[in-house]
């Protein structure tokens, strides 16, 4: 069974367990974040409280945890697919974290989708079109296919 790591903006994370049900009714071992799989299990995806490191800056040890937790399941998965939704009205967002995510994966050389388009208002367009991620188009189904 093949396995895919979801990355995501913490803004996305309720989206992120609908896409792993989706997945998972697939045929694919998901990975969520482990913040999204705690605010599953709680219900709470207020992402003010998550971040507390931005009212505390002795807080960020907790980011970093969580990101080096996150690069390790990137590791053991088959490929990764970074769900890009409109953030901060920019379309197709993808973030700072997202594109370290999307490094290590490349790095790895591991298959990077991406569900919607690439965010051409970005200021990581070079960045990201230079990793050649499989782009979904907006149709999970698509990453059957591709996969």
Same mark, same amino acid.
């Given at each position: 069974?093949?396995?895919?790591?979801?990355?995501?903006?913490?803004?996305?994370?309720?989206?992120?367990?609908?896409?792993?049900?989706?997945?998972?009714?697939?045929?694919?071992?998901?990975?969520?974040?482990?913040?999204?799989?705690?605010?599953?299990?709680?219900?709470?995806?207020?992402?003010?409280?998550?971040?507390?490191?931005?009212?505390?800056?002795?807080?960020?040890?907790?980011?970093?945890? =969580?990101?080096?937790?996150? @690069?390790?399941?990137?590791? +053991?998965?088959?490929?990764?697919?970074? /769900?890009?939704?409109? $953030?901060?009205?920019?379309?197709?967002?993808?973030?700072?974290?997202?594109?370290m995510e999307m490094a290590i994966a490349f790095y =790895?050389?591991?298959?990077? @989708?991406?569900?919607?388009? +690439?965010?051409?208002?970005?200021?990581? /367009?070079?960045?990201? $079109?230079?990793?050649?991620?499989?782009?979904?188009?907006?149709?999970?189904?698509?990453?059957?296919?591709?996969?």
């Amino acid at each position: 069974m093949k396995t895919i790591a979801i990355c995501s903006s913490a803004n996305f994370y309720r989206q992120a367990v609908d896409i792993q049900f989706q997945l998972e009714k697939l045929g694919y071992r998901v990975i969520i974040p482990a913040s999204a799989e705690r605010m599953k299990k709680s219900g709470d995806y207020d992402v003010d409280r998550l971040k507390s490191w931005f009212g505390n800056d002795k807080d960020y040890h907790k980011k970093v945890s =969580l990101m080096r937790g996150h @690069f390790a399941e990137i590791e +053991v998965a088959d490929s990764i697919l970074v /769900l890009n939704y409109q $953030k901060n009205e920019i379309p197709n967002y993808i973030g700072g974290n997202v594109l370290m995510e999307m490094a290590i994966a490349f790095y =790895l050389n591991k298959a990077i @989708f991406i569900l919607n388009d +690439v965010p051409e208002e970005s200021t990581f /367009l070079e960045e990201i $079109k230079g990793i050649e991620p499989i782009v979904l188009h907006g149709k999970l189904e698509n990453i059957s296919t591709s996969s």
